[in-house]
């Protein structure tokens, strides 16, 4: 069961589906029969169940963005696709199968939500938390199924609920040939991800001006955050020194990463995993970032990276950056990270639930 | 099944709460063995399942209001409960025990989200609809379990969706006691319900303006509906002839019903079914409602109030209130909207169902 805001594989953003893409693809090389639940519109190598007509994220305007009123015309409340009434819709259609005894093992990508279907099906449901876990008022839903297996995405994302029975901590893997290995780096930082206060992103901006270097930036500015990214980043824009980029999608997001000097990754919360820190040790980018969640399992410190305390530990680690060898990061993103590992890892998992 | 927004029986506003409650006192009345899942607080003559430690409208401060923001001491993303997990942990408590064979016949009041259940457990699920087929973002849920069991609220409510498997209309049923009858009127009008465009408040301040009559109004101003109120209603009201008593419970409110020379009812939408106008009528008073939805069914044209099309036919009527009985408007609720009544519909359904 994948997420169904975006279709698979997600053309921009869309970490979760993403991620279930490559798993899929990965499951279907190894030999194993999967059937997907995921939103219209996806093609995978996969049976797919379609659930849903549309993706969340790229329903059909004008229903969409229409505000909920009462129209005299049809006499109904009209308004937007409700998501909670689609997303159980997509639930149901699976758990039905499953509890028909269709499948070995339900995998759920799916935040919470499908584990309250859990005792009612004739297979176990194994879910990967993808940073649920983060959200206190999701807590009551993972503490009623917490003998259910659980997978996490790092060692460090079960601080946030260290009750649960999990089963395996499986690294999120990337397909390495996307993101080609590159030894030879220009000179500017990158930042990529959302520009959120938890991300860091003005933190990133605050590097490169101490340090004098060139930074990039990418990625999605939420609505609820145009004030933070306003205050925070918006000002040094000079498209010189510092520079936004916009939301990239992964092809186009690719090039920066190989020949950037470094990524940075200042954020200030335990983000349970970082998909733009392996994409980019991928292309042989070395690493800065704060200690936090994941990063320290992904980074071999003064090999592919550097964790750091503070901004000046950051200032530091900038100047230090020739020491990183280009070749070391690839090689970590190869031995650890791949999409074909990731499935390995999930292979395991639902070889020891499904005995 | 209960909503979990408000514990039974509600204090003030909650009508699919109070609906609940009433059948579930007259059920345990007639001998059947009722189990009630519900927040926390609830207080009623059958068993409860207390699945929520509070009521989603009465959760305690300062986490009901909390804005979600990441939270460094805790590391969590902290916030205001989540009402759907929190829903769908109520359902899910009654579904794996109706999946367990607990139950002869599981009856949902929450919209359309336990019916996703529906083909999991092992006995009949009947959902009364409560008015949910009126919002449109609803019709994919309700479309896909087409073949379950409905009850409408009236006739009129299945105009909303007409595809729907609908085994009865039960009309809702109140405590007749709670409204005791008076044949002794005052001259004001009233309005009651929720100050919002459908419901015409503003309606009803023109038709107090046009026959000079004093007109008392009580009900919530719904926070999105705070320009509708200042617009249409707040300027005429003087303390005088037209006045705001505020939301009002139901105890409260009863006294106003009792004097009033007729409650006004100029909703423009197909309301499935109206407690104020059953209330009112129990207490021996008229109606005067405009022609949408249930309330011709609720009225005897006539004799207990009137149907009007217009704002001219709304004056007019006032002047015909006379040769309205108020015998006539108390025995209309005794043969038709007691408790008692609405229990004797269920439990024709529940046998339908069970066989």
């Given at each position: ?175 390495l ?104 040790q ?18 071999r ?27 070391a990061?690839r090689l970590n993103a190869e031995s650890r990270f791949s999409?074909?590992h ?14």
């Open positions: 069961m994948a997420p169904i805001s975006w279709a698979l594989p997600p053309e921009g953003y869309g970490p979760w589906e993403l991620v279930a893409y490559n798993l899929v693809e990965e499951l279907v090389k190894l030999g194993h029969d999967v059937t997907v639940f995921a939103a219209a519109g996806s093609k995978v190598s996969a049976k797919v169940v379609e659930t849903c007509p549309h993706a969340l994220s790229l329903w059909p305007e004008p229903e969409r963005s229409r505000p909920q009123a009462h129209d005299p015309k049809t006499g109904l409340l009209e308004g937007p696709p409700d998501a909670r009434v689609l997303e159980q819709l997509h639930i149901s259609q699976c758990m039905e199968r499953a509890a028909g005894g269709d499948f070995d093992v339900v995998h759920s990508h799916l935040h919470v939500h499908a584990l309250m279907f859990a005792r009612l099906i004739r297979c176990p449901l194994v879910s990967t938390l993808h940073g649920s876990a983060w959200v206190r008022s999701a807590h009551p839903a993972l503490l009623a199924f917490r003998e259910m297996p659980f997978v996490s995405l790092s060692d460090a994302e079960r601080q946030f609920l260290p009750e649960l029975n999990y089963v395996a901590t499986v690294h999120n893997g990337i397909r040939e996307h993101f080609p290995f590159e030894p030879d780096k220009d000179d500017y930082l990158l930042f990529a991800g959302r520009l959120s206060p938890e991300k860091g992103p003005g933190v990133a901006v605050e590097i490169a001006r101490r340090t004098g270097r060139r930074l990039l930036l990418a990625g999605m500015i939420e609505p609820q955050y145009q004030d933070y990214y306003d205050t925070m980043v918006k000002p040094y824009i000079d498209g010189k020194q510092i520079e936004y980029l916009g939301l990239l999608s992964q092809a186009e997001l690719a090039p920066y990463y190989r020949k950037a000097a470094a990524v940075l990754f200042p954020i200030n919360w335990a983000e349970p995993f970082g998909l733009v820190a392996v994409e980019a991928a292309s042989g980018t070395a690493l800065i970032a704060t200690r936090f969640g994941a990063l320290p399992e992904i980074i410190e003064g090999e592919t990276g550097f964790v750091v305390d503070s901004v000046e530990e950051a200032v530091a680690a900038v100047d230090k950056l020739e020491t990183i060898s280009p070749a990061c999409a074909a990731m499935a390995k890892g999930y292979e395991g998992v639902y070889q020891l639930l499904a005995q």
